[in-house]
């Protein structure tokens, strides 16, 4: 009986390893489009839909809020259903809302459709990575998953590279805001359309004793990667298995159970660190992008947090985006894909942790510098290092997730890592969209402070020896 991950290894990073992966990037090029990328959409429609800023914290909240209550829904779906079933039967929906949300006169109604799609959108992120990281040998998989990552950065740069073609441009009816949230759907649709042809992970159907289908797909897998005239038994594998398997009688609560004893501490220290990444990766962008457009007028002089000061008193608010501020988006995907490129050439010489215990530091010291810099661009790169290093460290963090849980409570373990990044991401929306104003220097080191703790719970996680260990043992 052959090893699963052998048994990947044998018949290589093949074509149907490339077609996931290109459909997962898609995916996670719409996902990031409707969060992320997001913001240019909201700062565009600011004065139409009277978007204030406690209006903004409140939007995410609400948005990330349903990812959050329905992760455990699609994390049990995916354990039990599939990783495939889990994306295919969510992905529609979030389209259909995320197209109406488009065509919503005001902001209330807005809102709703915007909770829906955070709702129905939490299937795909929560699944993907997973069903991505199953599909792909042990010894690849942090660098795979960590190249899937740089969706966010090109999302970065195409939502906003359209703003500067659509935003101008006269569109009848439909506002040219609006205009830019359909085109930036498309990734979506595409990956959507593609996964309806990929086969679902054979390591699912080996955790629920599915033997038969496991081989049936990675037939298929052979098939498509060696050539019509290459089967598994020509590879000498016939029959497959997988380490840390349960037995057929556990049931759902038992499943539960197991996962919050045997691997309590491993879900505790990876909860409080996604929870404080989520926060900072996906939390600020928006704010970045609506600070950056309250100190158009900015003259050089004053620091951030006094320019905050004097517009928040005053009430000002910019409704047209200017061509530099799109251009700082444009900037900021470039950075964030040259993050994850680093972050990749990195993970050659570097353990996870020594990478992510970096990476935290560049975020303190970008943190602390908002405090004192007067420079505009040098503002910039303090946000940049402030967003896009915990990003990277988050990205990572599911490697270690998917190393460290057996496949059958994988999709819950991912379900509850979501949910709580989705509380890191509306606790910092909140936290940010009322304290801004009133104190923004206690807003930004109130994070460097939670930022420093999170680096000491990186530190305790297992080291990717010790990981190797396990999986041979």
């Not at 913001?39 to 809020?65: H, K, P, Q, Y």
């Not at 740069?157 to 506002?175: R, S």
């Not at 989520?278 to 947090?305: D, H, N, Y």
Request: contains cysteine; glycine residues 8%; proline residues 4%.
């Amino acid at each position: 009986m052959t090893d699963i991950d052998e048994a990947f290894t044998l018949m290589g990073f093949g074509r149907m390893q490339i077609c996931v992966f290109i459909t997962c990037f898609l995916l996670q090029m719409w996902a990031n489009n409707e969060q992320m990328g997001f913001a240019v959409v909201v700062a565009a429609a600011t004065c139409d839909l009277e978007i204030s800023n406690e209006r903004v914290s409140w939007l995410m909240v609400c948005n990330f809020g349903a990812q959050m209550v329905l992760s455990l829904v699609w994390g049990e779906i995916s354990d039990r259903y599939g990783r495939r079933k889990a994306i295919i039967s969510t992905c529609p929906g979030a389209l259909l809302a995320s197209l109406l949300s488009a065509f919503m006169p005001e902001f209330w109604s807005f809102l709703v459709m915007r909770v829906l799609t955070g709702a129905l959108l939490g299937g795909p992120v929560g699944v993907m990575m997973t069903y991505l990281g199953e599909l792909t040998k042990v010894s690849l998989r942090p660098k795979v998953l960590n190249y899937s990552n740089y969706a966010f950065g090109l999302s970065l740069i195409q939502v906003p590279a359209l703003a500067i073609v659509i935003l101008p441009l006269k569109t009848g009816p439909l506002e040219s805001w609006r205009a830019l949230h359909l085109t930036s759907m498309f990734p979506g649709l595409c990956g959507t359309i593609a996964m309806l042809f990929l086969p679902e992970s054979p390591k699912f159907y080996l955790s629920i004793h599915q033997e038969a289908k496991a081989m049936k797909t990675m037939e298929r897998i052979c098939r498509c990667n060696k050539g019509k005239h290459v089967t598994l038994a020509t590879l000498g594998i016939e029959s497959i298995t997988q380490p840390r398997l349960e037995t057929p009688d556990k049931g759902h609560c038992t499943k539960s159970k197991t996962l919050l004893t045997k691997y309590r501490n491993y879900m505790l220290l990876m909860m409080f660190i996604i929870v404080i990444h989520s926060g900072m990766g996906f939390g600020l962008p928006i704010w970045m992008l609506r600070i950056r457009v309250a100190m158009q007028s900015r003259k050089e002089g004053p620091t951030m947090c006094e320019h905050m000061r004097e517009t928040t008193a005053a009430r000002i608010i910019q409704c047209d985006l200017q061509l530099s501020d799109l251009l700082d988006v444009i900037i900021h995907g470039f950075v964030v894909l040259g993050f994850f490129i680093v972050t990749s050439l990195l993970l050659f010489i570097l353990s996870r942790r020594v990478v992510m215990l970096s990476y935290i530091g560049i975020a303190i010291i970008g943190g602390i510098n908002l405090n004192f810099a007067r420079n505009n661009h040098l503002i910039l790169i303090c946000f940049f290092a402030l967003i896009d290093a915990p990003l990277c460290c988050l990205r990572l963090l599911v490697t270690f997730l998917i190393d460290l849980i057996p496949t059958h409570l994988r999709g819950k373990a991912m379900a509850i890592l979501f949910m709580m990044g989705r509380i890191g991401v509306l606790s910092t929306s909140v936290f940010v969209g009322y304290t801004l104003g009133w104190n923004c220097h206690a807003t930004f080191n109130t994070l460097m402070i939670i930022l420093a703790a999170s680096g000491i719970l990186v530190f305790m996680l297992p080291s990717d020896r010790r990981i190797q260990a396990m999986y041979k043992s």
